[in-house]
Each structure stands twice: as structure tokens, then as C-alpha cells.
């Protein structure tokens, strides 16, 4: 019997996501899924699901749910919440069990922006395009999650699923891994352009030479960063062009927008430089009033890094599972370790 | 002019044929984007058909993500685990000069569009602002030639350009909320029919029931970039009758 659970309390801009929605730019669709895509697929990974499945991103505003039926096996992971389990704390990455009477709540806590809960199989929500993310002031994939909505843990569908479901060894509610190391620090590696000739010499230098601070406008689209203000060096005529998740856009009030996972696909404002996919991740954990300094990079180093990043994973992946899990579960996490990296895009 | 390519940090390649609204610059965007639809698809296919690879590139379509055309330029995403920007560029560049056949895989609609009473809320004061008549107006919307130049801002918004001048208007000083899905607006020289419930700045003339996104269908966006299209007028009771019908295939 699948788990279900009561939303007793939810924040803004926590939603359902998954890996996202590739493919349908062209159409004006955006990518959507995680802004920390890596706590996503860890969350998935720790609890024996697939790295794209579907978990709850759960943002500031905190989550609060109660288990209403049945049993399974919860993972969270991304920043530094905090972490409650019927009152009592939990390490901010753990894997738990929860069962109908069972308590959860996730508040912010030392540091992050987005964390992550992982349900063993997944979650029923509905589906477009292939994914269930939810699409931002629409109805294409299911509305906003609200207090009181019941979630529906998805019901496994292969042996291999159940097998590890059932596995008789559960080890009760263990820490994944420690988050310390993790914390985000303050540099964002970013690639010039692709409209960096419409911006004077000046702005140039103070995109990599001094400090900005994130605002207040922070959302799944976009983060506007305030500092020096940067300054177009011809009259603008730029036709509407092509955006991607981590294109840094600068519209007429000179504040640089970082746009994230549910950016818009075109606009007219110039792009000077674009965030690493590397280093996405990290600016979402950061905070309103935490500062960041931009380095440049070019487009080789940008993939070596993304590589390494995959590396990253692996081995994080390989010390949670020395760290608590069976023999068989282990092999069963091994075998997914290859579909992490196509999935990570 | 050859266009230049540009990096998007380690997941794209920014093709930018030139910085102007042009129909041949947004025909080479419209070529170079078949042509990679067509490496990607035979990459997809070569299992069977590796002896047949036209263009000696199938290997370096892999991990090519998103195609994304636009009035000057083309983004071409690519996964940095599975290629990088170096073969990315190379791919391009070869197929800069290879025919994308995509003048013959462009179709032509006629979509029917209600320009009455509530559903064309904007028509007064777009009146008084061209000071023409709502006649004149429908007139001139209906005898524009449109082309599909790229989506953006939401789900299935497509970007259509060739309004007639007498009818180029600039877009309102801010956004209305809560557009109707199927909403026939205009700004500038672009019209658009909007397919969710949204805020815009645009002038809603109109309201069809055929809106360009089927979103229970397997093929869910009606229009390709680089489709042309008409509208034509549709009385109220006729709007009725053509609401409950539905469907919509290309002339």
C-alpha cells in the first residue's frame, strides 16, 4: 500500500519537482526541476529511487507533513534545515521511515535556500511532457501545493522496486552524510556572454572584480543581484533571443538577474555572462543579503568542471553508502549510478 | 556574414547570424535548425542507418539537448558529460552549409478569430488611439501574412510577425492580469494567441477558439517556427459554433 500524507503546513515556492522537462524550449516550455539539482538527485538516490524522480523542494517558507497511511522511506537532502521527526531533531541529510501518526517538519536552519524530500518510488502528481514539475502560474501540471492537500507516495511498479522496498534491514533514521562540507561558499564561476560587446569596459571589469549581493527579488525564476550597476555601452536594439538556466541578464535598471530553473526561454534584454552548471547549485543555496564574486572561466574549463562535479557525486554517493546501508541496497545504488549523469542535465 | 558562435558556460552554443528582425536572417536560423534536427535524428537512428549518415557528423550530434530558434539566432544546448563546446562548434559549422530543407516542412493556418464585443476588450481604445474603426482594424489583421518567429514568456506563445503597419501600436504602459487563454493580441508588428490565463501588455483584439497549445495531446504545439498563418474574422454566434467543434489542420 502506497503512503500518504497531509500538508499541515507549507511555505511559498515549495513545490513538486523533478529532474525537469528537457527538450521544449523551442516551445517556450522552460526546464524547470531543482534549483539544486545535485540535492535532488541525492535525496532520490539515499531513499533507492532513480535520480530524476519526483520529491517535494521545499523552500524557506519550511514544510510540515504527517503520514495518514501506510509506510515508506524518506530521504532529505540540500541545505542545512532543520529537521524534526514527531519533535525530535534529526541530522539536516537523513533517510527516515515514517509511518501513519508520524510527524515531519523542515524549517531553515544554519544555512540554505532549498532542501529536498525524497519518497522511496516517488510521488502520484500529474504528469506533462514527461515530467512533474510543477509549470509556475498555470494549470499544465497540477496546481500549487497548499495546506491540507493530501500527498500520494506513487505505488511501486517492479519487482526490483518492491524488492528493495522490503529489504527487512531497515536501519531506522540514520544521517546520510554530513552537510558541513557542502556549504556553499561565495564564488560563482560564470562565461562571458553571449551579449557581453553590448556592455562597456567598466561593467566588464566590475562583474569579476567586486562583490554582489543578492536581493530580496529571489524566486524559481530568477535571483536580481544589486552592486555596481552595469551599463549598456551602445542603444540597445537586440532582437529577442535565446535564455538559459544561469544566463545572467541585465534589463535597463542595470542590476544583473541571474535566471534560474524557471526562466523564460527568450528576451530582449542583453546576457553579459552565464553561471557554470557547476556552480548553479550553489548560488540557489545561497541568501538574500549573502554576498558572491563572479570569476571567469571559459567554456573547457566550464565542462572539465561539470565532470569533476559528476566525480563529486559518485563518491558522495559511494560514502553514504558505507556509511549505513545493506549489501543489497548497495548494489542497487550502484547500478544507478550511471543513470545519474544523463539525467542530470 | 557568418554568424558567430558563442558559449553559453558548458551547456550551449549561442549562433547569432546577426542583430536585426530580418525574414532571410530568421530563414538561415530556421535551416541550421533543421539541419541539427536532422544529425540528431539520424544519431538516433544510426544503429540501422550508420552507412547512410549524409552529412559524416552522426557521432558529434550526441548529447545535443534543446534547439531553441529565435529571430537572429539559434541556441543549440548540449550536455557537458556527453560532448563539449569544441565538437558542439564543429557540428555547426559543418552544417552552416548544409541544406535544413525547412522552407518545405513549414505549413500555413487560418486560424478563426471573434474580434466582437467582450472578446476584443482593448478594440475602443485602440480605436481612439489609430483612430480607425474596428472595421479598419479586423481589416487590416485579417489581411496580414503572419510567420511563426519564435515562442517565449510562456507555454505555446508563439511570436508572430507581420501585423500591417497602420496597425503598429506600442504595447500598453504596464501589464494587465488575467488574459484569457485564446486571447488575440497585438504590440508593434507582432500579434500572438495566448494559450494560459497570464498578465500582458499587449492589445487583445480578439479571441479564437483554436489556441495554438493542445495540452492533452501527444503533440501539444500546434505551430513550427518558421509556419505562416492568417486569421479570419468569426462573428459571435459563429465563434459559438466553431468553440464547440474544435480541431484545427493546416491549409
Known sequence: MSAQFLIDHIGPLVSIQDAGRPGYMRYGVTGAGPMDRMSHALANIAVGNQPQIAAIEVSLGGLSLQCTEGKTTVAIAGGCFDIKLDGNTL?????????????????????????????ADGLASPSWLGSQSMIQGTNLCGQALQQHDVIQQQSSSTAAQTSKNNTGNNTGNTPLLDPTPFKPDNVIRVVLGPQ????????????????????????????????????????????????????????????????MADHQTTGGYPKIATIISADQDKLAQLRTGDHINFE???????????????????????????????LDERLWTQNLISGVFSAEQ | MTPALRPIADTGVLVEFDDVIDDSIHERVLNLDAAIQNAVTQKAASHSTASEDIVGQTESAAGI???????????????????????????????????????????????????????????????????LSAKQIIAHHTAGRYKVYMYGFAPGYAYLGGVPQPIHVPRKP??????????????????????????????????????????????????????????????????????????????
Request: proline share 7%; hydrophobic share 35%; with cysteine.
Open chain 1, 196 to 259: 557581453n560587446r553590448y556592455f562597456t569596459d567598466e561593467s566588464i571589469h566590475a562583474l569579476h572584480n567586486e562583490p554582489f549581493q543578492l536581493t530580496a527579488d529571489y524566486n524559481r525564476m530568477g535571483i536580481r543581484l544589486s552592486g555596481p550597476a552595469l551599463s549598456i555601452n551602445t542603444e540597445l536594439n537586440m532582437p529577442s533571443a535565446p535564455i538559459t538556466r544561469g544566463s545572467i541578464q541585465v534589463p535597463g535598471h542595470g542590476d544583473p538577474i541571474c535566471l
Open chain 2, 65 to 131: 539537448t534543446e534547439l531553441i530558434p529565435a529571430y537572429s539566432s539559434l541556441f543549440v544546448g548540449y550536455d557537458p558529460l556527453l560532448t563539449d563546446y569544441a565538437t558542439v562548434s564543429r557540428l555547426i559549422t559543418t552544417l552552416l552549409n548544409v541544406s535544413g530543407d525547412s522552407k518545405s516542412k513549414a505549413r500555413h493556418w487560418q486560424i478563426p478569430v471573434c474580434y466582437e464585443s467582450d472578446y476584443a476588450p482593448d478594440m475602443p481604445a485602440l480605436c481612439a488611439t489609430l483612430n
Open chain 2, 174 to 251: 504596464g501589464p494587465v492580469m488575467d488574459i484569457p487563454s485564446g486571447s488575440v493580441m497585438i504590440a508593434g508588428p507582432q500579434s500572438l494567441i495566448t494559450t494560459v490565463v497570464m498578465p500582458s501588455g499587449w492589445w487583445v483584439i480578439g479571441r479564437t477558439a483554436q489556441t495554438p497549445l493542445r495540452a492533452n495531446s501527444d503533440h501539444p504545439f500546434l505551430f513550427n517556427v518558421g509556419d505562416t498563418l492568417e486569421f479570419t474574422a468569426l462573428s459571435e454566434d459563429e465563434f459559438h459554433s466553431h468553440e464547440s467543434k474544435g480541431g484545427n489542420e493546416p491549409t
Open chain 1, 91 to 119: 541530522s539536516p541529510w537523513s533517510r527516515l521511515e515514517m509511518q501513519a501518526g508520524n510527524k515531519l517538519s523542515i524549517r531553515p536552519g544554519a544555512w540554505g535556500s532549498w532542501c529536498y524530500v525524497a519518497f
Open chain 1, 296 to 326: 571567469l572561466c571559459d567554456a573547457e574549463k566550464a565542462v572539465q568542471v561539470a565532470r569533476q562535479r559528476r566525480d563529486q557525486l559518485r563518491s558522495m554517493i559511494a560514502t553514504m553508502n558505507d556509511n549505513q546501508i545493506s
